[in-house]
């Protein structure tokens, strides 16, 4: 069975450019997870998708940054326009039930 | 905000010891979930415990949980090198058909060859 696959691996970007993020979850899997892991720290759900539907979008910052899930399938992370405290490492989850499975994410450094 | 709280920060033993780290949360929840992380990787799920039981294993794993004293503890027998990561706890709330997860800030633990 295939993993979740993110890309791009890492990015770098100076402030104020604007950046997106791929996920592509487990066949079959309706729940799909956006994380923010700054470093040092556990993983901060940003939005969570059911099918192509928001569930939980309480954390993400609405100002700048925007996701969206097509077709309940792939899904895309934007930041528009990045600061520097957005600097981490940007994980995608899938599950069907209780337990999550994660992509390796992507590492974001903002200059 | 984060829910649990891991202790110690960070862990460092020699191959062959165990390791213990423990896990401490606010709130009420679903169940309570151990994950793993190696640098620069993904978190990979090692165990779930329900908030009705009390201790489960799977392998050299072994995870107690104490709702009264909203505690949970991971054991790892035997440790081997390749344990070496972050582990992070994580409890789990149900919404409807979802769950939501909230982790805390992982212990590192090393182990020595």
């Known amino acids: 069975e295939a993993g979740v696959a993110q890309s791009p691996r890492y990015k770098i970007i100076e402030k104020r450019q604007s950046v997106a993020f791929w996920c592509n979850p487990i066949s079959g899997h309706a729940t799909l997870y956006w994380y923010q892991q700054i470093l040092g720290q556990g993983p901060k759900l940003l939005i969570q998708f059911q099918n192509n539907g928001v569930v939980d979008d309480s954390q993400l910052p609405k100002d700048r940054f925007s996701a969206e899930r097509l077709k309940g399938v792939d899904s895309t992370l934007k930041i528009q326009p990045a600061k520097l405290e957005d600097s981490a490492v940007y994980l995608c989850?899938?599950?069907?039930?209780?337990?999550?499975?994660f992509g390796s994410g992507t590492q974001l450094s903002v200059l | 905000s984060q829910q649990g709280e891991e202790d110690p920060q960070a862990l460092s033993i020699q191959e062959g010891e165990n390791a213990t780290m423990n896990c401490s949360y606010k709130?009420?929840?679903?169940?309570l979930q151990w994950y793993r992380q190696n640098s620069g990787r993904g978190l990979v799920h090692l165990i779930l415990?329900?908030?009705?039981?009390r201790e489960k294993h799977s392998g050299r794993l072994r995870v107690t949980l104490d709702t009264s004293k909203k505690s949970s503890s991971l054991l790892i027998t035997a440790s081997r090198a390749a344990d070496t990561a972050s582990y992070f706890c994580a409890t789990a709330l149900r919404g409807g058909s979802n769950y939501k997860l909230t982790f805390g800030k992982g212990t590192l633990l090393t182990v020595n060859p």
């Open positions: 989850a899938s599950s069907s039930d209780r337990i999550q499975f």
């Open positions: 415990i329900r908030s009705n039981e």
């Open positions: 709130t009420s929840i679903n169940n």
